[in-house]
Structure formats: structure tokens, C-alpha cells
């Protein structure tokens, strides 16, 4: 904890003449020699339920108005979501965490578009505790897709990458789905 720190402690750096102490709110900038870049794949699946008695994605918000096809998330639907990421598309494969944030129905032609802004937060193992960071647009007609990592917590601090989904079972009725994330992530470490 102490080293995690130490960077901070230097961040108020005052210097004091006779009539005044003057404090910047920024350190000086340095090579940053103590972090080593990493490079992680991660596989699972996320389980996004719109139907039942415990969805796990839910509206929060629409447009007053329908504009473009009818489909389970029409444009200008806001969603918020906790879902499961599991190692398997299997009822009964292990739960290694959850997704929570937001999705947007975002496109107004019949090519489905969502705007992600979720936290992919890990559960067990080595990552239990870190998290990733997807910020992207979403084309779910396409498969497979690419979605953006712009940052992480943890173990995945400072992360950026970017992760391939394809859609592994979709209902069109009521929305459920099941996707594949197949991941890479540049992090880094403290060594
Ligand atoms: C949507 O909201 C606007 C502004 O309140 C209102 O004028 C309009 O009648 C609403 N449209 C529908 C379909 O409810
Ligand atoms: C994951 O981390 C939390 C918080 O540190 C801890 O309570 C939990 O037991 C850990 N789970 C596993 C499976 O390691
Ligand atoms: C898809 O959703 C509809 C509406 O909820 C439901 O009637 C149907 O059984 C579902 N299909 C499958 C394959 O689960």
C-alpha cells in the first residue's frame, strides 16, 4: 500500500520563500522505468437476459418516440446492466464475473448499433478484483465485432486493447443473449 502511494506523496510539492509558500498541484515528469508492459488474452462469455423475473439487463430510459425498425432495443433505448460472464456459453459453466454499466441503442437504420460503457469486473482467480474498461460501439449484425478497451483497474490498470465478440445464441424476440469475448489487453504491472 505504502509503496502504491509514494508517487502521490511527492504530489504536493511546496516551496516557501519568505512571504509565501507556493504548492503545485502536479509533480515533476519522469520516465516511467518502474512499469513493465503486459499483454493478456481473456476468454468468456457474457450472459446479457432481458426476459424472466430476474433480467439482468433492464431499460432505465427510451425516446418518447419510435423511430426505425421494431426490434427488442429500439434507438434511443438506455439499458442498465448487471450480467454474468461465465468460462462457458453453458447454463451451468462457472461464473467468473459480471459486466455492470450501460448500453445505448444508438442507431437509427436497420443495422443494430449499442454504445457500450461498462465495467467488466473479474471474480475469482489471478484477475479476481481488476477490471476492464469498454467504451465502444457495439455493431451486434456483425460477427465478428470489435469492441474497444480504453482502460482497467487492478491488475488490468492503465489497460487498453480491444476484444473480439461474436454472438453465440440470440433470441430477436426478447433480446436474450449470449455473446463470446475473446479478448486482448495491454496492461501494465509495477515490478
Ligand atoms: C414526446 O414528447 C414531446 C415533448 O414532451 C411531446 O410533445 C410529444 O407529444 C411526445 N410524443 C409522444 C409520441 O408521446
Ligand atoms: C475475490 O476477492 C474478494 C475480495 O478480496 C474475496 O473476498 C474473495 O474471496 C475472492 N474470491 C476468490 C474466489 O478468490
Ligand atoms: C424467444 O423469446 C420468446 C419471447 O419471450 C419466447 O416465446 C421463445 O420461446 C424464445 N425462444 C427460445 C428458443 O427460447
Known amino acids: ?25 502536479y509533480s ?23 426476459s424472466g423475473k430476474k433480467p439482468t439487463a433492464v431499460e432505465v430510459a427510451h425516446a418518447n418516440v419510435t423511430v426505425g425498425p421494431k426490434s427488442a432495443t429500439p434507438f434511443g433505448s438506455l439499458y442498465a446492466i448487471d450480467d454474468i460472464l461465465k468460462d462457458g456459453p453453458e447454463t451451468d459453466s462457472k461464473v467468473i464475473g459480471n459486466a455492470r454499466g450501460l448500453y445505448l441503442s444508438s442507431s437509427m437504420d436497420n443495422k443494430m448499433t449499442l454504445v457500450l460503457y ?29 469492441l474497444a478497451v480504453v482502460g482497467g483497474r487492478g ?21 436474450d443473449a449470449i455473446l463470446d469475448y475473446k479478448v486482448t489487453v495491454f496492461h501494465y504491472e509495477e515490478v
Open 118 to 146: 461498462v465495467d467488466f469486473g473479474f471474480t475469482i482467480g489471478k484477475f479476481n478484483g481488476s477490471s476492464i474498461i469498454v467504451f465502444s460501439r457495439n455493431p451486434v449484425t456483425e460477427s465478428p465485432r470489435e
Open 28 to 50: 515533476k515528469s519522469v520516465p516511467s522505468s518502474h512499469r513493465k508492459e503486459k499483454v493478456t488474452h481473456l476468454h468468456f462469455y457474457l450472459f446479457d437476459i432481458l
Open 155 to 175: 491488475k488490468f490498470k492503465m489497460a487498453r486493447g480491444f476484444a473480439e465478440v461474436k454472438t453465440h445464441y440470440l433470441n430477436v424476440t426478447n433480446g
Open 1 to 25: 500500500m505504502v509503496s502504491r502511494l509514494t508517487p502521490f506523496l511527492g504530489l504536493v510539492l511546496c516551496s516557501a520563500t519568505i512571504n509565501q509558500v507556493h504548492c503545485d498541484y
